[in-house]
């Protein structure tokens, strides 16, 4: 059961603590274009030392967790924070004593914040120190226990799950015509879409999809595929972002495409 009373108090918090930081971003708003920049911009700087050191394998040999660092380099310039592997706010907020631990939370890939040395508040740890009341002397005021939150919080964060889906693919590090594609394209980007959306102290995030191909048409062709699926179940998401780059071709794919399907709340 989600604690209502952490959720209120952080809502109307983030309500009052909307102000632009020293980057000229607002913390409660976030340009997805300018998002997708950044990672484009850092992947093509990726490949092209790829070709200049002339590796045997390019971006797409990357598995998905390999991705995840590579893409948190490309906030490395920018006045954002970029934080890998944060558990989402309310996964853990349910019935005391059947709390998951920080080991069964839900995590989502990335999360940015407006400035590269903001902290991020995580609701849980307050909720574990009500927890620590109960059963207790101090159980009746277990509700009093509610510090201010420090530090960014969920609904000011950009939260950001991803996908890497190639018509050609590597198994056990041979390429070959992938035969899931099409699941993974259709299934991945919306279970994505439906975990951030279902978080109500989530307001601003994405499912990045890193697709890689043989022609640069499919690309987008093939993510608004999936996007179109999306919106036919009413899954609430807005218009993507794309952004393509041509690649070294070891494995059959010369393009690299990424969509960005913001979530509408």
């Known amino acids: 059961m989600l604690g209502l009373g952490i959720v209120r108090r952080i809502l109307a918090h983030s309500s009052s603590k909307c102000k632009r930081n020293d980057g000229g971003l607002f913390s409660c708003v976030w340009n997805a274009a300018e998002i997708l920049e950044y990672l484009s911009e850092h992947l093509c700087s990726i490949d092209a030392q790829m070709r200049e050191q002339q590796c045997y394998h ?4 990357l598995s998905e967790v390999q991705l995840h660092p590579v893409l948190c380099q490309a906030f490395a310039s920018s006045p954002m924070g970029v934080f890998r592997e944060i558990g989402y706010p ?6 005391p004593k059947n709390r998951p631990n920080e080991t069964q939370r839900q995590r989502c890939d990335l999360v940015l914040t407006p400035g590269e040395n903001d902290a991020l508040y995580d609701p849980i740890h307050e909720q574990r120190e009500q927890d620590r009341a109960l059963g207790t002397l101090f159980e009746s005021f277990a509700d009093d226990i509610q510090p201010e939150p420090e530090g960014v919080l969920p609904s000011d964060a950009y939260w950001l799950e991803v996908k890497s889906v190639g018509q050609f693919s590597y198994v056990d590090g041979v390429p070959g015509v992938n035969p899931k594609y099409t699941s993974e394209l259709l299934g991945g980007p919306r279970a994505d879409v439906v975990k951030l959306a279902s978080d109500p102290l989530i307001h601003h995030g994405a499912a990045l999809v890193v697709l890689y191909s043989e022609e640069r048409a499919t690309g987008p062709h093939d993510i608004m595929t999936s996007v179109s699926a999306m919106i036919e179940q009413g899954l609430p998401i807005s218009v993507p ?4 780059i041509p690649i070294v071709n070891h494995a059959g794919n010369e393009w690299c495409t990424l969509g960005l399907i913001p979530i509408r709340l």
Do not use: N, R
């Open 58 to 61: 390019g971006l797409d040999s």
């Open 241 to 244: 972002e794309f952004a393509s």
């Open 90 to 95: 309310s996964s853990a907020i349910s019935v």
